[in-house]
């Protein structure tokens, strides 16, 4: 099924994605970094290690550990929010870690930690998935073995149709069947999908399609990322000549 | 003894017999231990209900207050889901503050709760933009043996199903001690339930016990409720770092329907 003429405010398509910008290489002092933004939500990434992981009792002489920090800085948002994790935050942070650790080879540095460090400068919807499309560049830049790198985008439906990348404006839709919000990751050339989110209202046949419209929208966003990614070697190259 | 962790070799051995079809208490794969609800665990609460899973042992409170709407929603009534992973319930809970799996529990009853459209909240309304009503569900367990999320998200529904309104005078103030004959404005026939698949290499199950759960690579859990007469997912959240595939997915759509059928049948015996 397809959606018909859907009207959204923006003029964009049901499958379009707002305008994507990314950048590698933003933080100069951490090992990697990128910023990611789907229109005007922007996510930053930071990726730190591996490192020595302290306090010692934490280590894993088996694996690494990748350690994922997201939060809102405080005017990333109308009403200002409080410094310090909440439990939003908190449980964001963990389904982060959860959808970039199968891209990662964590096997190959037991003992140590990746910390990776997400904040978001500006909120519009889809700053969770802007944060991962971020830290999977910053772990790339970072030169860490990855088996694929990992895109992320929140699809959805308002009343009957679906959609990508919803704004705050569609997430706060009302009537009919209202809206769903559905935040996905999935590894980029492969059909593994390492976050699944969601909350409003959807038929199960309905959720198949969103994992097909999945497969779409993250090749854009592959595409993006691996730009990014080529522009910053190439610079670097540059530089050294 | 109580308190060790899942021995790898028990680990290797269920994942062996999983992968067989089997499980170490016989069930099938998809199959529920014997559900057991009860009712008033306390009487001072608005509503409450206890869960019994098998061995896991769920209670469930629901308390209300009056407040100030948010701001973003002056003409709704407040939701909130709330609780603690006692000690008393497993010697795998530990005091102090709370751990992700003491936070994400409430949050995943509250988010299958609040887009299912179970409660009325623009029903809660007592002065519209100054006074509403705040529902309170507070969910502790008290023994721990796997699938708390599942359990706990039906002691909630049954503790809403019975939360009585106390009497409230003009000026705001509630006598709990006194109930009145209303009851808490819910949207018929709309039950939500919580249903997580364990998954094990390509192995998934339902209802697992701790030995199970702790054994499991990722789970996904799904809040499922009817509304309008569709059947409809109403939240989502994976837990745990691999992957599911989209042949997964589809299939865990299509059990879910059966499932939901089949608990509400079971769930209806307590109504």
Known sequence: ?241 | MSGMEVSNLTKQTLRKMLAEGKRFDHRGLLDFRELEVSYEVSKKAEGSARVKLGKTDVVVGVKLQTGEPYPDSPDNGNLMVSGDLLPLASPRFESGPPGFDAIELPRLVDRAVRSSGMIDLEKLVIKKGEMVWTVIIDIYPINDDGNLIDAACIGAVAALMQTVMPEIDKDGKINYEKKTSKKLPLSKDIVPLLFSFYKFGDSIILDPTREEQESSDARMTFGVSDWNGQFMVNSCQKKGGSTVTAEEIAKMMDILPKKFDETMKKFKKFL
């Open chain 1, 1 to 241: 099924m397809t959606t018909k003429q859907l009207k959204r405010s923006d003029g964009r398509k049901a499958n379009e994605l707002r305008k994507m910008t990314a950048k590698v290489g933003v933080v100069p002092n951490a090992d990697g970094s990128a910023m990611f933004s789907f229109g005007d939500t922007v996510a930053i990434a930071a990726v730190y290690g591996p490192r020595q992981l302290h306090p010692q009792h934490l280590q894993n002489p088996s694996t690494g550990i990748l350690r994922c920090v997201y939060d809102l800085l405080s005017f990333s948002v109308y009403d200002r929010k409080r410094p310090g994790p909440s439990r939003r935050s908190n449980e964001i942070s963990k389904v982060t870690g959860w959808a970039l650790e199968p891209a990662v080879d964590l096997d190959a540095f037991p003992n140590t930690v990746i910390d990776v460090q997400i904040y978001i400068l500006q909120a519009d919807a889809g700053t969770r998935t802007a944060g991962i499309n971020a830290a999977s560049m910053a772990l790339a830049h970072a030169g860490i073995p990855m088996r694929d790198l990992v895109c992320s985008v929140a699809l959805g439906k308002i009343d009957k149709d679906l959609i990508a990348d919803l704004t705050k404006e569609e997430e706060d839709f009302k009537e009919g069947e209202g809206a769903t919000d559905f935040a996905i990751a999935k590894l980029a050339t492969c059909d593994e999908f390492s976050l699944l989110q969601m909350d409003g209202k959807i038929q199960p046949e309905k959720v198949k399609e969103i994992t097909k419209m999945a497969e779409e929208t993250c090749k854009e966003i592959y595409e993006v990322q691996k730009k990014a990614l080529k522009d910053v070697v190439e610079s670097d190259m540059e530089e050294k000549k």
